[in-house]
């Protein structure tokens, strides 16, 4: 992971959206065995979702497996209460949240704790500083951020350097087919300053898999069907153009014999600025499917043909 000796699987289970949240206990516990037995040792929460209901469920069912067997990341920043510290980056709210994160994980310690988001409203000395006492206390182990701009990453870590504190290890970006803006500036500098990548919605909420056929509405059941969770794909990526593109992505899959999730995970791990891809799954046999991207290799051919369809932006992102 980045500059880091630390080794995470290059899958990684996620916890968005359905673990403790629309995936029900029984589908949770068996989503977590399927990964772990594939040899998934990387676990990705957030206090947030679903306002600690992951972290709790997680914490239920990771009691089955040695923790020294296990990297577990959190994150904090977002709102967990109604009061004016109950949400950023400040010494109070990430010193309260990771203990609570810790209590509903069942854990002594996370091995990475994250940024979910930058705060402007607080210093960034102090948000170091506070990872920095996590970590003295044994708290944490490293610490990362989350959809951090390039220079504030720079700036984070010339200030860890310049107190004596614990640099920044690792990086949570989207990054998918659909979404390839962290390769202008994000991959660079992480690159430069040791920091490596979990990278999220390899599959663009779903977009990647196919499921979504051009001039049809989305079939019951799935994401892009359902207004709880279908405010991201609908906004970044729902077109009649990704459609059809996500038919021709099937069809490259299954010449190769996979399925086209695994080709979108599969893609997104020929990046040497990619640690893991942190992949969810709503039902077992998803995980069952997305786990096996790992032993994926990409032909130069294939890879060709998936630039040329999907080529990097030339502006920069709009949410």
């Given amino acids: 992971m980045g500059g880091s000796g630390l080794k995470l699987s290059s899958i990684g289970l996620g916890s968005y959206l359905t673990i403790g949240y629309k995936a029900d206990d029984d589908t949770s516990k068996k989503t977590i065995r399927i990964a772990y037995d594939a040899g998934v040792n990387f676990i990705d929460t957030a206090n947030a979702y679903n306002k600690g209901g992951a972290e709790t469920v997680l914490g239920k069912y990771l009691k089955d497996y040695t923790r020294s067997s296990l990297v577990i990341l959190s994150k904090v920043w977002a709102p967990m209460g ?71 990453m720079v700036k984070a870590q010339a200030i860890a350097k310049e107190i004596g504190a614990r640099p920044l290890r690792v990086n949570e970006p989207r990054y998918s087919l659909l979404y390839r803006y962290p390769e202008a500036e994000v991959f660079p500098t992480t690159g430069s300053e040791g920091i490596g990548n979990v990278i999220f919605s390899p599959l663009a909420h779903g977009m990647l898999t196919g499921k979504y056929r051009p001039g049809e509405e989305a079939p019951p059941g799935t994401r892009a069907a359902d207004p709880d969770q279908n405010a991201i794909i609908k906004d970044l990526y729902w077109s009649e153009e990704n459609k059809q593109k996500g038919q021709e992505v099937a069809a490259l899959a299954k010449d190769m014999g996979i399925t086209a999730a695994q080709l979108a995970i599969a893609w997104c791990l020929r990046r040497n600025e990619v640690t893991s891809v942190i992949v969810g799954a709503m039902r077992v046999e998803q995980m069952e499917d997305n786990v096996k991207a790992g032993d994926v290799d990409v032909p130069d051919e294939v890879a060709e043909k998936l630039e040329a369809m999907y080529p990097p932006p030339s502006d920069t992102p709009t949410a």
């Fill in 82 to 152: 109604p009061g004016p510290n109950d949400k950023g980056l400040s010494a109070k709210h990430i010193f309260e949240q990771c203990h609570a994160s810790l209590e509903r994980l069942g854990t002594d310690y996370l091995d990475i704790y994250m940024c979910h988001r930058p705060d402007p409203t607080t210093p960034l000395e102090e948000t170091i500083r506070a990872m920095e006492m996590l970590a003295q206390q044994g708290k944490i182990l490293y610490w990362g951020c989350s959809e951090w701009p390039p220079a504030l």
